[in-house]
């Protein structure tokens, strides 16, 4: 099952970022990503673009008691999977770090203050998926709902 799909980062890049995070939380988050869209429907999963690679742009930072993130500016090409809502649209974002009573969901509500140069990042579309087993993994190849 795909539990969500978006842009995921390389090991230095995740390190980038997090050295960004000033008022980092006690609970890491264990893949950072910037999600595109959480439990994705057969016709939300975007094999046309999984494993490619990407620039987006970190514009802010935010936080609060529970949550701390950063606002992300996409491309353009991008712009359309981008489904990432419920009732109202969502900024992408990448959740950093939460307190022990945080939820990730809650980054959208932050407000950013935003950088006065963005920081520009390389990341790649794919797919968290959890298995029959419980086992969770990144994925970067076409996925198959039956």
């Known amino acids: ?21 000033t008022e980092r939380h006690e ?10 869209k959480y439990l994705p429907s057969k016709e939300e999963i975007f094999d046309d673009i999984v494993g490619n690679y990407y620039f987006i742009e970190i514009v802010g930072y935010g936080y609060d008691k529970d ?3 950063f606002c992300v500016r996409l491309p353009e090409e991008l712009l359309r999977y981008y489904i ?10 990448i959740t950093s770090s939460l307190s022990l009573n945080g939820e990730s969901e ?16 390389r990341c790649r ?22």
């Open 27 to 36: 609970v890491g988050i264990d893949v950072l990503h910037c999600t595109f």
């Open 67 to 69: 949550n701390s993130g």
């Open 106 to 121: 809650n980054t959208r509500n932050l407000v950013f203050s935003y950088f006065d140069e963005p920081v520009r990042v």
């Open 1 to 21: 099952m795909v539990k969500y799909e978006g842009l995921f980062f390389d090991k230095d890049t995740e390190s980038l970022i997090l050295s960004l995070d």
């Open 84 to 93: 990432n809502r419920d009732k109202e649209e969502v900024l992408p974002h």
């Open 125 to 146: 579309f794919g797919y968290y998926i959890k298995d029959d087993n419980g086992k969770t993994y990144v994925s970067y190849d076409k996925f198959s709902m039956i």
